[in-house]
């Protein structure tokens, strides 16, 4: 969508079309470029167009290979960048804090919008040092649900950190693979899918007394439905 320029259910691209780098760290060319052009079938586009979409396999750390990395920003004009995945991007040493910070002082060395793919740990929270929360503007969880054997999947983003601006509403869509080659999305209220249970509790409760349409809720059956206690609710 950036580098088409698209604005598309919920996604909205300013200043486009732009030029973007793909650092990827996990996968291959070929991976990414099956992807992408899933994606631009299931917007309506032709097969992947790679003016202005520069893919790069990396091996090293990001500081390692900041050198060849700006020689390619500033040699195609790039004004935006994806770095997949944040771990590999530190060389390994994700939890280091030294290597979180050699991480983000090289992006900030590449002097454009950049998109920093990262991981959780088992509880859930960001894997590695504490300056993967401290560095980013902003901060995004991606989730999905998909029921087995359903060639549809919700994914949603959820707002978990802004510098500068209040926390965005969770976006989330439904992305369907009934059609071989082909991905569409299509946007979804995120109350009416399995991610509910990841919206803030205080929007939970104000969309179930929107469904009651007569009387109200008492605090104990919110408790149940929501299994939360009492002390939680009020």
């Given at each position: 969508?950036?580098?088409?320029?698209l604005?598309?259910?919920?996604?909205?691209?300013?200043?486009?079309?732009?030029?973007?780098?793909y650092?990827?760290w996990e996968?291959?060319s070929?991976?990414?470029?099956?992807r992408?052009?899933?994606?631009?079938?299931?917007?309506?586009?032709?097969?992947?167009?790679?003016e202005?979409l520069?893919?790069?396999?990396m091996?090293?750390?990001?500081?390692?290979?900041l050198?060849?990395?700006?020689?390619?920003?500033?040699?195609?004009s790039?004004?935006?960048?994806?770095l997949?995945?944040?771990?590999?991007?530190?060389?390994?040493h994700?939890?280091?804090?030294g290597a979180?910070?050699?991480l983000?002082?090289?992006?900030?060395?590449?002097?454009v919008?950049?998109?920093v793919?990262?991981?959780?740990?088992?509880?859930?929270s960001?894997?590695?040092?504490?300056?993967?929360?401290n560095n980013?503007?902003?901060?995004f969880?991606a989730?999905?649900?998909?029921t087995e054997?359903?060639?549809k999947?919700?994914?949603g983003?959820?707002?978990?950190?802004?510098n500068?601006?209040?926390?965005?509403?969770?976006?989330?869509?439904?992305?369907?693979?009934?059609?071989?080659g082909?991905?569409?999305l299509?946007?979804?209220?995120?109350?009416d899918?399995?991610?509910?249970?990841?919206?803030?509790?205080?929007?939970?409760i104000?969309?179930?007394?929107?469904?009651?349409?007569?009387g109200?809720?008492?605090?104990?059956?919110?408790?149940e439905?929501?299994?939360?206690?009492e002390g939680?609710?009020?």
């Open positions: 969508l950036v580098h088409e320029g604005s598309v259910d919920g996604l909205t691209v300013k200043e486009g079309p732009h030029r973007v780098l650092l990827d996968t291959t070929s991976d990414i470029r099956k992408f052009a899933m994606i631009r079938s299931g917007l309506g586009l032709e097969g992947v167009r790679n202005g520069l893919y790069k396999a091996t090293r750390s990001l500081a390692e290979d050198e060849a990395v700006l020689e390619i920003i500033q040699d195609q790039i004004d935006f960048c994806v997949d995945s944040a771990g590999y991007a530190t060389g390994g994700p939890e280091d804090s979180a910070m050699d983000f002082s090289a992006i900030r060395e590449l002097r919008s950049s998109v793919i990262s991981h959780v740990n088992k509880a859930g960001l894997f590695g040092s504490e300056y993967f929360w980013p503007r902003f901060i969880e989730h999905k649900y998909q054997g359903d060639k999947v919700v994914t983003l959820f707002n978990r950190k802004s500068n601006a209040g926390l965005l509403a969770p976006i989330v869509w439904e992305l369907d693979f009934s059609d071989p082909t991905v569409t299509s946007r979804r209220n995120p109350e899918t399995g991610l509910e249970p990841l919206l803030h509790l205080r929007d939970r104000i969309n179930l007394l929107r469904e009651q349409k007569i109200g809720l008492t605090v104990a059956h919110l408790a439905v929501l299994e939360k206690s939680h609710i009020r």
